[in-house]
């Protein structure tokens, strides 16, 4: 029998659309072992957005969580979620930090980085490990020229030690900066790279081990790119991150990695349309793993609409000792009523018993922090 090559195709097309609904798992559910105070905000308002865990060293028990409000400024939480330090420093969407920057030859900084709507730029911190705290900016802000910073996140590449700073705007431009520490305790920013997508992107993360940048398009899913400023705009597309995945519905907002020894570990996307959290291998061709739901406990609500998310593999003592996962919920409810938007903290090893899936734990590993 002749079959024409338009209805091969749909044929093939629609037995491929069958064998991937048909791979996927169940969603399954974990719930929250903590939250934090609510962002200042006017009630209901889209405030809250990203979160970044900074992990302390010498009291892992003291570490904390930088969290962005993009109508004011910058929150610093500790492990319980009181609020410790606020920053009035404009409308950040987008943060992100990095260990051991060389601000000087002989000094090095705990690094933070946000992405300033207020001015189009990047801001960028100094987090003091002994105050437990960020005390103060750095520099001037990095004027960007993209239509509206909204994603962002820093790199260091482990092989050069050099540190970039990667920011994307509405247009689907993305921007690469290489930043520079000098002896006067100053630092200079310098574009190297740009690249770009066909529509509007968010969630950034990179990897600074293996050497990849991942950025959410939103409404089409995760694309790979090599975070290097000497490669071209080649570009790889995350295996089912897409339509063809059932537990998957746009947008794609926050992204994180969950670093392990030997390349293992997981990407974790936030899929908002469902109110989900992809988890993709790592290593290789970032192969779908699963997807849960952060659900309400007897204590807590669960999360929804979840913006920016970040996660720690290492160990926080107490209830995160296989590590932490922070995210944005976008509906907070205290008490039953709808309150200003907050946090929700999650123990990874929740994730790990709940899965049923042999998700990996490696509280040890702080290579990527070296």
């Known amino acids: 029998m002749f079959v024409s090559r338009n209805l091969l195709f749909t044929l093939l097309f629609g037995i491929a659309i069958t064998g991937c609904t048909k791979k996927s798992n169940p969603i399954f559910n974990v719930t929250p072992t903590g939250e934090t105070k609510p962002v200042v905000s006017i009630h209901g308002e889209d405030a809250a957005d990203d979160p970044a865990i900074w992990y302390n060293e010498d009291n892992p028990k003291e570490s904390l969580i930088l969290a962005t409000n993009k109508k004011a400024g910058l929150h610093v939480y500790n492990l319980e979620g009181q609020e410790m330090q606020f920053i009035k420093v404009g409308n950040v969407n987008n943060v992100d930090l990095r260990y051991n920057f060389p601000l000087s030859e002989n000094s090095t900084i705990v690094l933070v980085g946000a992405s300033n709507r207020s001015n189009n730029s990047i801001t960028l911190f100094r987090l003091d490990p002994n105050a437990d705290k960020i ?13 509206e910073v909204y994603g962002f996140c820093l790199y260091n590449n482990k ?17 690469q900066w290489n930043l520079k520490g000098h002896a006067d305790t100053t630092f200079t920013a310098e574009l190297v790279r740009t690249l770009q997508l066909n529509s509007q992107p968010e969630g950034m993360v990179a990897d600074d081990e293996l050497g990849y940048l991942y950025v959410g398009e939103e409404e089409i899913g995760i694309w790979k790119f090599s975070a290097s400023e000497l490669e071209n705009n080649y570009k790889e597309f995350v295996v089912m991150s897409d339509s063809l995945n059932p537990n998957i519905t746009y947008d794609i907002e926050g992204l994180a990695l969950y670093y392990a020894p030997k390349g293992k570990g997981y990407l974790i996307a936030s899929s908002q349309g469902n109110n989900s959290y992809a988890l993709f291998n790592r290593n290789g061709k970032n192969k779908y793993v699963s997807s849960f739901h952060v659900s309400n406990s007897d204590l807590y609500d669960g999360s929804e609409e ?3 998310l970040d996660v720690i593999n290492l160990n926080l003592g107490n209830q995160y000792k296989s590590g932490l996962l922070v995210v944005q919920d ?11 938007q907050n946090f929700k903290l999650v123990s990874w090893n929740d994730i790990v018993n709940t899965s049923g899936k042999g998700i990996i734990q490696a509280p040890n590993y702080n290579n990527w922090i070296k």
Do not use: C, H, R
Request: charge should be negative; charged fraction near 25%; proline fraction near 2%.
């Open 135 to 147: 005390v103060d900016t750095i520099g001037q802000p990095i004027k960007s020229s993209v239509d």
């Open 159 to 175: 092989k050069t030690n050099k540190f970039y700073a990667f920011v994307n705007g509405k247009n689907g431009q993305i921007e």
């Open 306 to 308: 979840t913006d920016g």
């Open 330 to 340: 976008g509906m907070n409810y205290e008490k039953d009523t709808l309150s200003t």
